[in-house]
């Protein structure tokens, strides 16, 4: 090996070529990955986001939220674009995706290019960070880490590795043959070294080691006094790295990132941001056997298809063959998916009867029958009697409160764990109000029960998809159906703490009938979960141009009504009014007894629902809406000309020809005239100037006669 000192006070960088050793995907001091961490007194994380421009951003000690962690990276904004990071003492290096230029720096001053002059102008394909000295082969004899040597006892010349990670004071590599980890140095540093477990990538702090595991993913750490407090829940990792007493890892399903202490919890000053990070390094050719293209369509960001600057480039990841505690391997990995891990409370077979550890293989079928069926009874029992206390306990309460003339609004406390104030849901002919929670207080959920309510969030269990993130089917374990609404990373970061808890308190005391009602939240391991009642008909689009039934117009004029119901309550009965955003016929949802219900509300709100001059707009989306209802097109097709339904259907109203929107695929009523007075209030609603357009009590009450006339056909 050739050592060649730099003088980079009190900095230095580490350049190596391949000779005989392959090094890929390695982790951690002297290595290269899409995260990376500076050791000492002025230590920092970095890592390439997964925005596909290959920009990264960084954190420290000081990032006490995602708020403030961006703040931290906007120091770090004049660092290139980056295809690879590594981590050295109190410095970062990494290899300019443009231009393969090695860029260093540090958090004192991160605008200033560390490498030295003579080494500037040079093309790498990779780069590792030491203290130092300077890498530039590997041979036969001792390995040189800083000030420090030692023989390689035992190790073959032509030995073959495939990861490699270097602590204070020993070095720890990934066997090409057999997966396993060996290490050399001090053995304090590599102490409790796991055996016989296969890696895929390692990582070193000051005097500890972590490896992800080749079947499930998971993490094993070993070292002096380490212990290992890896975030519970998480599925897996693709990519790891740490600093003298931090680790943080890429979660798999997510790619956002995970961080925890070496020797106890995370410092309380130190919180990584809640930003997607990118899963591996950008590599062109097939990824090879035991390995998959990462898929960014995963990812759900609008025009985001590739995580790499050039786009015949790809991030190839490891595959898993197993699954963690609690789930089966469904599917095997392809060459663009890993593995599908599956809840085991879907095991049906017994092909996964003994990774689940649901029965031996000795009992028969209908034995494991005669156990359901039964455990089903003692369920089924307990729940019943359960039930009746509840009913009983929250029936008492309602009956108390009914009073002659019933106000429309009240003052609520926190919600959020604390019981409130019971609030209005409206008055007129309503279903019961046996599907309306009593006491209005959100329930906070586990991450572990929620994701076995959703099998692992998993996509045969998705109801939609939105700015919020993704809405998953749950069934929980005591039977009941509700809809789970995860957020993705973009929300996360946009929204904070704060705010997060400041929208919660809105969205727990809104009850009505045409409101899909929150039921709880959970917030745990950087997710933000929220758990709504379950909608079975599906929405109000789904219906008038996708594939479920037609809807018929006594329907029709129902959900109109209804769904103006829900928005005068936001509007009128919420203090301050609730401006919806987003009013359209997909956030317009059909419970069982097909009764509309407004849902993405609150969270997904980003105009400022403080202004009541702002409620007009919802009023303008809510005729498009009729329209929709009205005439069975959608509000933008390209199909038709003019393609916005408003161009099209505004001037054959205003002309008396309103006749001529009336959706010809389901039958007529005897009588039209409500149909055309339907046509008549979306004409009002869509006003040009919004001074004219009525309000949605007004439109409330223009709709009602419509409901209440009843249609004949």
Same mark, same amino acid.
């Given at each position: 090996m050739d050592q060649i000192p730099i003088t980079l006070t009190p900095f230095s960088i580490i350049l190596f070529t391949l000779m005989?050793?392959?090094?890929?995907?390695?982790?951690?001091? =002297?290595?290269?990955?899409?995260?990376?961490?500076?050791?000492?007194?002025n230590g920092f994380f970095c890592a390439i986001d997964a925005s596909g421009k290959q920009q990264i951003f960084c954190w420290d000690r000081n990032s006490s939220?995602?708020?403030?962690?961006?703040?931290?990276?906007?120091r770090f904004s004049s660092v290139p674009s980056l295809a690879s990071l590594s981590g050295g003492d109190g410095f970062l290096c990494g290899i300019s995706s443009n231009t393969s230029k090695a860029y260093c720096w540090s958090s004192i001053d991160p605008g200033t290019d560390l490498v030295p002059p003579s080494f500037r102008n040079t093309d790498y394909s990779k780069i590792a960070s030491g203290a130092n000295h300077l890498w530039r082969g590997w041979g036969k004899g001792d390995c040189v880490l800083g000030t420090k040597s030692w023989e390689f006892g035992g190790l073959a010349s032509k030995e073959v590795f495939v990861g490699l990670a270097a602590s204070k004071d020993a070095i720890c590599a990934i066997s090409g043959g057999s997966g396993e980890v060996k290490c050399w140095g001090e053995?304090?540093?590599?102490?409790?070294?796991?055996?016989?477990?296969?890696?895929? +990538?390692?990582?070193?702090?000051?005097?500890? !080691?972590?490896?992800?595991?080749?079947?499930?993913?998971g993490i094993e750490c070993w070292g002096r006094n380490y212990l290992a407090l890896v975030p519970k829940g998480s599925s897996g990792f693709l990519a790891i790295a740490a600093s003298d007493f931090i680790t943080c890892g890429v979660r798999e399903d997510d790619l956002i990132i995970d961080c925890w202490g070496s020797q106890g919890p995370l410092p309380s000053d130190y919180s990584p941001p809640l930003q997607l990070c990118g899963p591996g390094l950008c590599t062109a050719g097939a990824c090879g056997e035991n390995k998959f293209a990462f898929n960014a369509s995963i990812l759900n960001v609008p025009d985001l298809t590739s995580l790499c600057v050039r786009r015949d480039l790809k991030i190839c990841s490891p595959c898993g063959f197993n699954c963690s505690k609690g789930f089966f391997p469904s599917s095997a990995?392809?060459?663009?998916?890993?593995?599908?891990?599956?809840?085991?409370?879907?095991?049906?077979?017994?092909?996964?009867?003994?990774?689940?550890?649901?029965?031996?293989?000795?009992?028969?079928?209908?034995?494991?029958?005669?156990?359901?069926?039964?455990?089903?009874?003692?369920?089924?029992?307990?729940?019943? *009697?359960?039930?009746?206390?509840?009913?009983?306990?929250?029936?008492?309460?309602?009956?108390?409160?009914?009073?002659?003339?019933?106000?429309?609004?009240?003052?609520?406390?926190?919600?959020? =764990?604390?019981?409130?104030?019971?609030?209005?849901?409206?008055?007129?002919?309503?279903?019961?109000?046996?599907?309306?929670?009593?006491?209005?207080?959100?329930?906070?959920?586990?991450?572990?029960?929620? /994701?076995?309510?959703?099998?692992?969030?998993?996509? !045969?269990?998705?109801? =939609?998809?939105? /700015?919020? *993130?993704?809405?998953?089917?749950?069934?929980?374990?005591?039977?009941?159906?509700?809809?789970?609404?995860? +957020?993705?990373?973009?929300?996360i970061i946009h929204i904070n703490n704060r705010e997060f808890e400041s929208e919660l308190e809105?969205?727990?005391?809104?009850?009505?009938?045409?409101?899909?009602?929150?039921?709880? @939240?959970?917030?745990?391991?950087?997710?933000?979960?929220?758990? @709504?009642?379950?909608?079975?008909? =599906?929405?109000? @689009?789904?219906?008038?141009?996708?594939?479920?039934?037609?809807?018929?117009?006594?329907?029709?004029?129902?959900?109109?009504?209804?769904?103006?119901?829900?928005?005068?309550?936001?509007?009128?009965?919420?203090?301050?009014?609730?401006?919806?955003?987003?009013?359209?016929?997909?956030?317009?949802?059909?419970?069982?007894?097909?009764?509309?219900?407004? +849902?993405?509300?609150?969270?997904?709100?980003?105009?400022?629902?403080?202004?009541?001059?702002?409620?007009?707009?919802?009023?303008?989306? !809510?005729g498009i809406v009729l329209l929709e209802i009205l005439s069975g097109r959608k509000a933008h097709d390209k199909d038709y000309t003019p393609s916005s339904i408003v161009d099209w259907a505004l001037p054959l109203i205003r002309q008396g020809k309103a006749a001529a929107i009336i959706d010809r695929g389901v039958a007529l009523p005897r009588i039209v005239e409500p149909l055309l007075k339907l046509a008549e209030i979306s004409e009002l609603a869509l006003k040009e100037d919004p001074n004219q357009r009525p309000t949605m009590p007004d439109l409330v009450m223009l709709l009602e006669p419509l409901v209440k006339s009843g249609l004949t056909f």
């Open positions: 005989g050793i392959t090094v890929n995907g390695v982790l951690g001091l =002297g290595s290269t990955g899409p995260i990376a961490a500076a050791f000492g007194e939220s995602a708020s403030s962690s961006s703040a931290v990276s906007s053995l304090s540093s590599f102490e409790g070294v796991p055996v016989g477990i296969r890696f895929v +990538a390692l990582t070193a702090g000051a005097q500890h !080691f972590c490896g992800i595991r080749e079947d499930d993913h990995c392809t060459e663009n998916a890993d593995r599908v891990c599956t809840a085991c409370s879907l095991c049906q077979n017994s092909s996964c009867w003994d990774v689940c550890g649901l029965m031996s293989t000795s009992e028969t079928q209908q034995e494991r029958r005669r156990r359901i069926q039964m455990l089903a009874i003692v369920i089924g029992s307990s729940i019943s *009697g359960l039930v009746l206390l509840l009913l009983a306990w929250c029936l008492l309460p309602c009956k108390t409160t009914v009073r002659k003339e019933i106000q429309r609004k009240k003052q609520c406390t926190s919600c959020i =764990g604390k019981p409130e104030v019971e609030v209005d849901t409206t008055a007129d002919a309503q279903p019961t109000l046996s599907s309306v929670p009593c006491i209005g207080t959100a329930q906070v959920f586990r991450l572990s029960d929620l /994701k076995d309510a959703t099998n692992g969030f998993k996509e !045969f269990n998705e109801l =939609g998809r939105g /700015k919020y *993130g993704f809405v998953y089917k749950a069934i929980l374990s005591d039977g009941q159906q509700v809809a789970v609404k995860r +957020a993705n990373a973009a929300t809105v969205l727990c005391k809104i009850r009505h009938f045409n409101i899909v009602n929150l039921l709880g @939240y959970c917030e745990e391991m950087g997710e933000r979960l929220l758990v @709504y009642e379950y909608m079975p008909h =599906g929405t109000l @689009y789904d219906h008038l141009h996708g594939e479920l039934s037609p809807l018929n117009w006594t329907l029709r004029l129902k959900i109109s009504y209804q769904a103006a119901r829900g928005l005068e309550y936001l509007h009128k009965d919420c203090m301050p009014p609730i401006v919806h955003c987003n009013i359209k016929s997909s956030n317009i949802l059909l419970d069982s007894e097909w009764g509309a219900r407004i +849902a993405d509300f609150g969270l997904l709100s980003t105009c400022n629902k403080d202004r009541s001059g702002d409620l007009v707009s919802d009023v303008y989306s !809510f």
